[in-house]
């Protein structure tokens, strides 16, 4: 089969289309013979230091955190999935290829209505929001949630969720075109960062949740509009790691912060998003209330400038790989 393999450390042009045996399925596990694979930053954060992220210096990696397409083969303990089901999944690496080898509890069925393709878009953006915003978050119906970088995949994806959710909604974008376009998609308020303050504007808002993937000095202009009993969530440090917190404002406030990887979470806890998930969102994508943003589509040998597009943060939504 063929499969983008990250040879080293660096900038995109470390991917490269290789010929690799097929992966051996085994007896927990469905192959599937994948149609379209979704962009995760997480793909760039590995790409750029194999040595730390990946599986060491010696070997190559394929990358991919999310897959969509037909199960053509099923293990000898898999008994809920059958040769020929359409699904979408997580993977924690391997989907930039034409086959990928799954656990087949982190299987989800396509959506009603929805493409095989556009599927690829979905799994690990809503299986981070759930993980995050409501499972370590414990966000509640009528309570108010803020996403730094609405347009992003997780923000197009968490926003509709806790819209659907009965929660009222908040975001930060970096263009007129973007705070347009999540007005369109009925997000309550948005602030363009490069013309107004958040941390000003929204000074009274008592927000409840926030999940925050820029770091640096967002930490204490989040820490300012919390409401009582706030919960601040990390997933990434875009603009720094590093952050200052004024202890007071914590301990005034009785907040909460925390954060995490869903990567390397356990496959026993990626089992439970998933059936939390099939149980609480599948049926607002099947009844519309949800629907994926896809920005671009790339061919599977094009994958080093699905990542430059990725890295300019000039999309909306999702970018994915098909492997036509």
């Known amino acids: 089969m063929k499969a983008i393999h990250i040879t080293r450390s660096g900038g995109p042009e470390v991917l490269e289309l290789q010929e690799t045996p097929k992966p051996i399925l085994q007896k927990n596990q469905v192959l599937i013979k994948v149609v379209a694979a979704g962009i995760n930053r997480s ?12 599986k060491g210096s010696l070997q190559t990696l394929i990358p991919g955190l999310e897959v969509s397409g037909v199960i053509e ?52 953006t809503v299986f981070t929001v759930w993980f995050n915003v ?51 998609m009925s997000v309550d308020h948005v602030i363009n960062y490069k013309d107004q303050a958040f941390e000003e504007v929204w000074k009274n808002k008592k927000i409840d949740v926030i999940l925050d993937m820029i770091g640096g000095d967002y930490t204490l202009k989040n820490l300012a509009i919390f409401n009582k009993n706030g919960r601040l969530i990390f997933i990434n440090g875009m603009q720094n790691v590093e952050s200052t917190i004024n202890i007071l404002t914590v301990m005034g406030k009785s907040l909460t912060i925390t ?16 059936q939390e998930v099939e149980k609480n969102i ?14 671009k589509t790339f061919p599977l040998a094009e994958a080093a400038d699905a990542h430059r ?12 790989l098909t492997m036509e």
């Not at 040769?83 to 982190?106: M, R, T, W």
């Not at 599948?282 to 920005?295: A, C, E, G, N, V």
């Open 134 to 184: 409501f499972i370590l978050g414990k966000l509640q119906p009528g309570e108010k949630l803020l996403i730094h970088g609405g347009t992003s995949g997780i923000g197009t994806m968490g926003l509709q969720m806790a819209k659907a959710w009965g929660c009222e909604t908040y975001t930060t974008v970096g263009s007129a075109e973007k705070a347009e376009f999540s007005r369109k």
């Open 73 to 124: 083969e099923i293990g000898l303990e898999v008994e809920e999935k059958k040769v020929g089901d359409k699904v979408c999944s997580l993977i924690p690496d391997g989907g930039y290829a034409e086959y990928v080898a799954v656990d087949s509890s982190h299987c989800l069925r396509i959506p009603d209505g929805m493409s095989l393709e556009d599927a690829a878009g979905i799994v690990e």
């Open 309 to 320: 597009l990725m890295e300019s943060s000039d999309h909306i939504g999702k970018i994915l």
């Open 282 to 295: 599948w049926p607002m994508f099947d009844s519309k209330k949800i629907y994926p943003i896809i920005f």
């Open 259 to 274: 954060g995490s990887f869903l990567k390397p979470q356990p496959a026993e806890v990626k089992t439970q998003i998933a």
């Open 43 to 54: 793909d760039v954060i590995t790409r750029e230091n194999i040595e730390t992220y990946g």
